[in-house]
Structures are given as structure tokens and as C-alpha cells.
């Protein structure tokens, strides 16, 4: 638990620092105030800023000229107007090089992830043939075990999404785990997704058996979804099946009314890096599109093309600011 405060609170200093070096000079007083706030708020924004300033100075100082200004960085973010696109950069890689730490420390921690039977990492897709024909694609940072006896075939999906055709064998039934349901099945497709403590149940074809501990077993119908929680199985609605097929079959991502926040969520978690946007912000915008998840940096741009209120800033690869800044 402190690993992963320490991780959202060296992403908030990220935050923090990159809006420090705004061209806006309005910007950068409203951050000037905000980030004493939050550092004031708690012992761990502190040091949280204070190893990000660290390693601004750090290559700052390496960036500079013999007998240059080595002053800190919070000083130089909020003055010296002729350098800030340099500085905006070294702010950027101040926070890339942070946000990697904490996130090679918290992966540390997820050895259920990194030592799964099959993987795909961000941004990429696979798909595998099991010992008895069905085929499962795991989605972008998708993980699965496999577990097959001669009475059971149990797959367990440890994080992210799959889509899954199973081969028909009457003898053996085909379960997904996803901690939160046992999803039984003896010939179908369908997918299936761990999110923020639950389970999406999408079915393409024939049907499942979803069954939650210590709650009624609930058939899901071809054409039906539902989102399963520790609470049993949640209402059935209904979907388009082939649009489901064929976005995953295309890697898109296909959004009728949508808040703005959640498509970036969706986006987020197909590109490396970090994403940043402010919810709040962003709450009134909301989409219908379809976004190719296989080239975030182009559904990005076609963002901007359809809500020019929003501004996108690529400060590098693997670091991107979304916000709609008020017109004055």
C-alpha cells in the first residue's frame, strides 16, 4: 500500500512540475500556488516533490554550461522566461524517469503478473492456440494461467482482457476465473475483462454460466453483458455482438456517448507511459467514436479534430497532458 501511495504521489508531482514550466504565465502562478498546497498537505507530496526537483536540478546542472546558474529547480520553473521550453523539457524528463521507478518498484511487487503463462504487454495483442484447439487473444497488458486436467480446462485471467473461442469437448468444461466469478462454458466465444474490482462478461456467441460465491448462478446469453462484482451478477443489457467481434478483431475502441474521462482511461491503458488529465476538468465533454487503440497517438489527434476545446500536450512519448484550458 505505501508502494502504490508512493507511485500516485510521484505521478502527482509529475503533474505538479510539468505545469510549473506553462507558457502561460497565469498557468504557471495558479501552479506555483497549488503545488505549495498539495506538498503542504502531506509528508509524502513532500518528499515526493522533492526527489522530482532533485532530479530536475540533476540534469539541469548537467545541462549547463561550466560556472552556469545551478539555481533550484522550482526557482528556475518560475522565472527566466527565455528558457522555459528547456526547462519544460527537463521537467518532462524529470517526471519520465521518476514515473519509471515507481513503476518498475510497484511491478515488483505483481508477481502474479509477471510470472503468468501467457502475456502481452502495452500496446500489443496476442493470440494462442490452447493443447485443445480453443483460441484466446489477450488484449493490450493482458495476462492469463492455463490449467488443464483431464476433467477441466481452467484458464484464470490475472489481468487486463481476452477474447475467447472455445473448442467444444462435452467431457471437459472450459472455466474462466477472474476472481471475481467462475464463467463455465462448454463450446462459445466471448470476452472478458478485469476492471476496477470487476468482472465484464461480453457474449458473442451461445452462452455461459457466471457464478459468484454465495449468490445464484446467472446464464449469460449471446448478444448480453454484464458486469460481475464480489455482489453477484449485475443486470443484463444488451449488445451488439459482431460491433464487439469486429472492434476487437480491428483493435478499436467504439464509443456511443461517452464521458471523456473513461475514453481516455481506455486509451491509457494501451499506450506506455502516462496519460494525464483532470476529470473535473474534462467531466462535460463526452464522445461517440470509433478510436484505433493500436495508434493511441492518432486517436489522440483525432480527439483534438472533433473537440477543438481540447488542448494536448506531448511533452515526450511517454509522457501526455490533456486538458481544456478556459478561453479568456
Known amino acids: 500500500m505505501n508502494t502504490i501511495r508512493a507511485e500516485v504521489a510521484a505521478e502527482q508531482a509529475a503533474h505538479w512540475i510539468v505545469q510549473l514550466s506553462a507558457d502561460d504565465p497565469a498557468e504557471r502562478d495558479t501552479a506555483q500556488a497549488g503545488f505549495a498546497a498539495w506538498k503542504a498537505a502531506d509528508p509524502l507530496h513532500a518528499t515526493a516533490a522533492a526527489g522530482m526537483e532533485n532530479l530536475l ?3 539541469n546542472a548537467v545541462r549547463e554550461p561550466a560556472g552556469g546558474d545551478h539555481r533550484p529547480a522550482r526557482s528556475a520553473l518560475a522565472a527566466i522566461a527565455p528558457k522555459r521550453q528547456r526547462l519544460r523539457q527537463l521537467a518532462a524528463a ?6 519509471v521507478l515507481t513503476g518498475a518498484l510497484v511491478s515488483s511487487e505483481r508477481p502474479a503478473y509477471l510470472l503468468a503463462d501467457l502475456r502481452s504487454p502495452t500496446g500489443q495483442w496476442s493470440t494462442h492456440t490452447l493443447a485443445d484447439g480453443s483460441h484466446l487473444t489477450l488484449g493490450s497488458d493482458s495476462a492469463v494461467n492455463v490449467r488443464f486436467t483431464a476433467g477441466e480446462r481452467h484458464v484464470e485471467l490475472v489481468r487486463g482482457d ?3 473461442n472455445v473448442a467444444k469437448d462435452a467431457q471437459r468444461p472450459f472455466i474462466v476465473d477472474s476472481k471475481q466469478a467462475a464463467i463455465r462454458a462448454l463450446g462459445t466465444r466471448f470476452t472478458v475483462r478485469r476492471d476496477d474490482g470487476a ?4 457474449m458473442l456467441e451461445s452462452k455461459v454460466l457466471a457464478q459468484v460465491p454465495q449468490h445464484p448462478a446467472v ?3 449471446a448478444g448480453q453483458r454484464t458486469r460481475i462484482t464480489d455482489d453477484g451478477v449485475g443486470p443484463l443489457q444488451a449488445i451488439d455482438a459482431a460491433s464487439v467481434q469486429d472492434a476487437w478483431r480491428a483493435r478499436q ?10 475514453v481516455l482511461d481506455e486509451l491509457a491503458r494501451h499506450r506506455p507511459g502516462q496519460l494525464h488529465y483532470d476529470r473535473a476538468q474534462i467531466a462535460g465533454i463526452r464522445v461517440a467514436a470509433v478510436l ?3 495508434d493511441t497517438d492518432k486517436a489522440l489527434q483525432l480527439l ?4 477543438p476545446q481540447l488542448r494536448i500536450r506531448m511533452l515526450t512519448r511517454y509522457l501526455v497532458m490533456v486538458d481544456a484550458p478556459v478561453k479568456k
Not at 483534438?304 to 473537440?307: E, T
Open 57 to 59: 536540478r540533476q540534469l
Open 219 to 221: 446464464v449469460v446469453q
Open 94 to 99: 524529470s517526471a519520465v524517469a521518476a514515473l
Open 253 to 262: 475502441l467504439v464509443v456511443d456517448d461517452l464521458p471523456l474521462a473513461e
Open 199 to 202: 468482472t465484464i462478461l461480453s
Open 304 to 307: 483534438i479534430d472533433n473537440f
Open 162 to 164: 481476452i477474447l475467447v
Open 292 to 294: 484505433p487503440l493500436d
